[in-house]
């Protein structure tokens, strides 16, 4: 598929067309690059959300780099939406990762909090 069409879907799902979101979250992998790219120019967090939620959907390891850097982002939505991904394609492998994060920010972050449950949910 290519950037156009993918495009055309991801507006169709913020629309809330659910056929849409379903074809992007069954695309192959190797359709991931594009999708980084439509996060990397998107300024609409509600197209990001969805970007990266598809994204995560597909559970593809190569993607948790970009889910990791995306912890990193200001807006609450989208970063919590990275760590739902991280938790549900890395388990117990990316504790570590998530500890180092969590210990590198302040107590009264809110992404604090997010990331220490996401640990402990992990570790269950």
């Known amino acids: 598929m290519n950037k156009t069409e993918i495009r055309e879907l991801l507006n169709k799902c913020v629309d809330?067309?659910?056929?849409?979101?379903?074809?992007?979250?069954?695309?192959?992998?190797?359709?991931l690059p594009i999708l980084y790219d439509e996060y990397r120019s998107e300024s609409d967090i509600d197209m990001?959300?969805?970007?990266?939620?598809?994204?995560?959907?597909?559970?593809d390891a190569a993607s948790l780099n970009f889910l990791l850097g995306i912890i990193k982002v200001d807006n609450s939505i989208v970063w919590?939406?990275?760590?739902?991904?991280?938790?549900?394609?890395?388990?117990?492998k990316i504790i570590s990762t998530l500890e180092n994060i969590r210990d590198n920010?302040?107590?009264?972050?809110?992404?604090?909090?997010?990331?220490?449950?996401?640990?402990?949910?992990i570790k269950k």
């Open 16 to 31: 809330g067309n659910e056929n849409s979101y379903h074809t992007l979250i069954e695309l192959p992998n190797d359709n």
């Open 48 to 59: 990001r959300e969805i970007i990266v939620e598809v994204i995560w959907k597909h559970k």
């Open 80 to 92: 919590k939406q990275a760590l739902d991904g991280i938790v549900a394609i890395a388990g117990n």
């Open 105 to 121: 920010l302040k107590e009264k972050d809110a992404k604090f909090d997010w990331i220490n449950e996401a640990i402990d949910q």
